[in-house]
């Protein structure tokens, strides 16, 4: 099982910016789909961004579009997410997660159809 492990997150202001990264144990280039989720307390599970494969495709959440930009860097085997015009609504803790096996799901509604998590990085936002 690949181990992630992510990084980044922080306590900021409403308006500012955070880029979480995720470090994989793993070739990022031989994984279907790499993606943050992000769980606040209370609260389910969500996703907020996933790529696919070559860096091209990617899918957002409707709450992060045009704030939140997921990529990666294969020679690096990181992913990130760079969060932008950040919200309080927006404080969680982070998690990256991969799917290994090519043609397997890789949307952001399931989060127990992905087979490897890293632990969390928390982020809060403030006014």
């Known amino acids: 099982q690949v181990q992630l492990v992510e990084s980044g997150g922080g306590s900021v202001q409403a308006g500012g910016s955070l880029r979480l990264s995720c470090a994989a144990s793993?070739?990022?280039?031989?994984?279907?789909?790499m993606g943050w989720f992000r769980q606040a307390p209370g609260k389910e599970r969500e996703g907020v961004a996933i790529?696919?494969?070559?860096?091209?495709?990617?899918s957002y959440a409707d709450s992060v579009k045009g704030r939140f930009t997921i990529s990666q860097d294969n020679g690096k085997n990181t992913l990130y997410l760079q969060m932008n015009s950040l919200k309080l609504e927006d404080t969680a803790m982070y998690y990256c997660?991969?799917?290994?096996?090519?043609?397997?799901?890789?949307?952001?509604?399931?989060?127990?159809?992905?087979?490897?998590w890293g632990q969390g990085t928390q982020v809060t936002v403030s006014s």
């Open positions: 790529i696919y494969s070559g860096g091209v495709d990617t």
């Open positions: 997660t991969t799917q290994r096996i090519w043609g397997s799901y890789c949307g952001l509604n399931y989060p127990n159809r992905y087979d490897s």
């Open positions: 793993e070739y990022t280039y031989s994984k279907y789909c």
